[in-house]
Nanobody, 117 residues
Framework: QVQPVESGGGLVQAGGSLRLSCAAS???????LGWFRQAPGKQREFVAA????????SYADSLKGRFTISRDNAKNTVYLQMNSLKPDDTGVYYC???????????WGQGTQVTVSS
């Protein structure tokens, strides 16, 4: 499919964990995938990204240490492990196809993450 497909969102208490998944076609995401999020009333922001090859990953500075991005090349799937979640992490999490490093195209439909206090 042209658009990546996210899954794994939900409701979790503060301090808990969630793992998001994003599946994509390599034909439309030849470099890798990135995660972005949008909190209510705020602009969409970068979370993390990973390339299909090598060990290259990138993170928003504020999320390093709590969020981990990984991949399963056999499944064309990227994961976002989110630990020690805070209410400020609430929002819609989007996956986006990467054509090259920091060059993105199609957005997924998003998955809602809600962290209760």
């Amino acid at each position: 499919q042209v658009q990546p497909v996210e899954s794994g969102g939900g409701l979790v208490q503060a301090g808990g964990s969630l793992r998001l998944s994003c599946a994509a076609s390599r034909a439309f995401a030849p470099y890798g995938l990135g995660w972005f999020r949008q909190a209510p009333g705020k602009q969409r922001e970068f979370v993390a990204a990973i390339a299909w090859s090598g060990s290259r990953t990138s993170y928003a500075d504020s999320l390093k240490g709590r969020f981990t991005i990984s991949r399963d090349n056999a499944k064309n799937t990227v994961y976002l492990q989110m630990n020690s979640l805070k209410p400020d992490d609430t929002g819609v999490y989007y996956c986006r196809s990467a054509l090259a490093e920091s060059v993105y195209s199609a957005w997924g439909q998003g998955t809602q993450v809600t962290v209760s206090s």
